[in-house]
């Protein structure tokens, strides 16, 4: 495949962008300034390749609009995502049914974090690996040797499974067996601890044992749990439980003694018939605990429990080696992003017919509702149709984690696009300003808390920025007609995304609201951890602009901008402004609702070169970000400040009763302007990513292979 790498140098990270058009494209024009283009082209049969630029472009002067917008935006948003620089490393990866794909990277590869990542790198995938057991037995079941309905008993008489005369083939791959999960079982090896504490042999931080690493056979596990209760009678509920495609696998294995091809192992049944018929040259079903490429990302497991593991708490420990025993059929495999993003095109539309049409529908009928990953879902024969909590879009696909690797695929059936995350170094605490869209107050904000920056958060970011790009109907792109009296006046109405500035200058813009709401979802959680999802209603916003080191609105002289209550202005990505004052006589209104998100990007920012300029944030105004004052300003601040007003020279003056988070801060040498009076603003401590830890019994449970 031919191969267009541009990185992007930001600062605090290396960005990778790259491109590949599978319809045959030319290369699209750029403009260049202050970037390092690398540009290896490996010649091939496949494909020519279009070229996009993202996040390495400034605000300023109005120019072209880019050619593609969805490109921009998605790499905006892993941008955005990857800037807090919590995780060891992220890929994201995006393919459209028209046959683009692009991926974005950040972070290193590697866990002393000396070589960036790279969308080429093969990853641990963790339970995505039920996707591809469930398949073959799907395929099996497609060639009569296996009936949906035969039961475990049938299949495997010699082995102990509660009520196994009961549960039947369809019941272990809609996860209603009721079985417990052998990583919950006591080790048969180690006394008084589980098996995935044995597995993952974290007591031994530092001394020679291998992480990830236990003496089990799919069938010793199955045992594991032989004399434990079921949760339910079979088919009666939905349970996650790995055990269930433990036992798949071993039901594969010996229903494949009955095909014209003889006696397989679910490996070969795995990379024979599904992988390689696919072309997915970096997925593979291992049988050891190497990586088949050259190239591939670490890992480390962050250890939160020290009582637990026995370990300080906060341990970091390296899992990139891991034995693929214990997870197996539930979650032993290794993929790229670009081979999941083919995958999860697969799972959801069945081109390939890998199996019938019949069983494909069956098995995203989604059956079964309960939970997988403590977010509710309809679990269909190895994967399950996922709630987009921002948009209540459906996603279509699965997720895993795995000894310190996270991985999601999913396919939206409304974008026509498939989506693929990767995160190595789980377990970071999302910055204050990522936005969790309907799961901010779940788990008693434990994802703030104890960790709960992962594939689906993305994923459920991409999704909603992304529709964004494809639906909005906005008509923020130019400022209206010149009125009679000469002054040139416009308004943003509707919903508009862009991904350059818009200037200000000599003239009014009103951004108004945009009339158009997400039919969101909320999700909340009780004190037993049980889940659901509640239907709410998300104004989208009225102008939305993304890309590093740009200003959305870059007001001049004499410009004026008003943002009406109600009117929703967004900024996401890395050094950006959401509103930038440069001019002599700007003046801002705002009483709607600014958000900033991604490192060191502002909600409001005057420069140097400002003068005589004017801003109000009036009581209805709520700004999430910090408000950076420079050059000669008057700023009455009467609403709601989540960040600091930050104060450089002495030309500042502020006033007004409002909350600031963050409260004034003055670099060295700045004074506040004669006039000034910020006694009546009320100031409290401002956020952190790092928010104090809730109390144990109300921790996020580590999901080493959900």
């Known amino acids: 495949m031919n191969n267009v790498l541009i990185e992007c140098n930001l600062g605090f990270w290396r960005a990778k962008i790259y ?3 599978l319809a045959g494209a030319i290369l699209k024009k750029i403009s260049v300034s202050a970037v390092l283009i690398n540009l290896p082209l490996r010649a091939t049969a496949l494909a020519a ?33 990857s800037s807090q620089d919590l995780v060891q490393g992220l890929t994201a990866g995006l393919r459209k049914d028209s046959g683009e794909v692009w991926f974005r990277s950040g972070g290193h590869r590697d866990i002393a974090k000396t070589t960036a990542m790279d969308a080429d790198l093969q990853h641990r995938i963790g ?8 398949t073959a037995v799907l395929q099996l079941v497609d060639q009569g040797v296996i009936g949906l309905d035969d039961t475990v008993s049938q299949w495997l008489p010699d082995l102990t499974v509660p009520n196994g005369s009961t549960i039947t083939v369809r019941h272990l791959l809609e996860m209603r067996s009721g079985l417990r999960d052998y990583l919950s079982s006591v080790s048969k090896n180690v006394a008084g601890v589980s098996v995935l504490q044995e597995w993952s042999n974290f007591d031994n931080i530092a001394g020679t044992g291998v992480h990830g690493d236990a003496n089990y056979s799919p069938a010793d596990l199955i045992k594991t749990v032989a004399t434990r209760t079921p949760y339910f009678p079979s088919g009666a509920a939905m349970w996650y439980s790995n055990t269930n495609y433990a036992i798949l696998g071993l039901i ?17 049944l795995i990379n024979e018939g599904i992988v390689k018929p696919l072309g997915m040259t970096g997925t593979h079903f291992p049988i050891d605990n190497k990586f088949t490429r050259t190239k591939y990302a670490e890992a480390y497991q962050q250890v939160l429990d020290a009582t637990l593991y026995r370990v300080p708490a906060g341990s970091h420990v390296d899992m990139t080696f891991t034995d693929p025993r214990v997870p197996w059929a539930a979650g032993a495999m290794l993929s790229t992003p670009a081979d999941e993003l083919i995958w999860a095109r697969e799972l959801a539309l069945n081109e390939k017919k890998l199996i019938s049409d019949t069983l494909s529908k069956e098995r995203l009928a989604g059956h079964s509702d309960g939970m997988v990953s403590y977010i509710p879902v309809s679990y269909g024969m190895g994967v399950y149709r996922l709630p987009s909590l921002p948009t209540g879009g459906e996603l279509i696909g699965h997720s895993g984690l795995i000894g310190g690797y996270n991985s999601a695929v999913f396919y939206s059936p409304s974008l026509k696009l498939a989506l693929s995350v990767n995160i190595t170094g789980v377990l970071a605490n999302p910055a204050s300003w990522f936005p969790l869209y309907g799961a901010e107050n779940a788990y008693d904000g434990a994802f703030r808390a104890e960790g709960g920056f992962n594939g689906q958060t993305l994923i459920w970011n991409l999704e909603r920025n992304l529709r964004l790009a494809i639906e909005n109907t906005g008509s923020c792109s130019t400022l209206g007609a010149t009125t009679g009296d000469g002054s040139k006046q416009g308004a943003c109405e509707g919903d508009s995304v862009r991904t350059y500035a818009l200037p200000v200058q000599g003239r009014a813009l009103a951004i108004k ?3 158009r709401v997400f039919n969101a979802m909320t999700l909340a959680t009780d004190a037993d951890w049980n889940a659901e999802l509640q239907s709410t209603t998300d104004a989208r916003p009225s102008l939305a602009t993304y890309g590093s080191k740009l200003s959305g609105l870059a007001v001049g002289d ?10 929703i202005l967004e900024t996401i990505g890395v050094d950006s402004n959401g509103i930038e004052v440069t001019g002599t006589g700007g003046t801002v209104t705002v009483s709607g609702v600014i958000r900033s998100m991604g490192r060191n990007t502002v909600a409001l920012r005057v420069a140097d070169t400002a003068k005589s300029s004017a801003i109000t944030l009036s009581n209805t105004a709520q700004v999430q970000g910090d408000v950076v004052l420079a050059g000669g300003t008057v700023i009455q601040v009467n ?21 600031v988070s963050g409260g004034v801060v003055l670099a060295d040498g700045a004074r506040l302007a004669d006039g000034s009076d910020i006694s009546k603003l009320v100031a409290v401590s401002a956020p952190t990513a790092q928010a104090a830890r809730v109390s144990p019994a109300r921790r996020l449970p580590p999901l080493y292979m959900q």
């Open 19 to 21: 491109s590949v058009d």
């Open 49 to 81: 390749l279009t070229l996009v630029l993202s996040g390495c472009g400034g605000g300023g002067d109005e120019v072209a609009a880019p050619n593609s917008t969805v490109e921009q935006v998605f790499a905006a948003v892993v941008d955005m995502a």
């Open 127 to 134: 339970s995505t690996t039920k996707t591809f057991t469930a």
């Open 252 to 268: 594969a294995e010996k229903a494949s003694c009955r095909t014209a091809k003889g006696c397989q192992g679910i490996a070969t």
């Open 513 to 515: 609201p945009s009339g």
């Open 558 to 567: 004499n410009g004026q901008v008003e943002l009406q209550a109600g009117a």
């Open 639 to 659: 609403g709601v400040v989540k960040g600091a007003l930050k104060v450089s020279g002495t030309n500042v003056k502020i006033t007004g009763s409002g909350t």
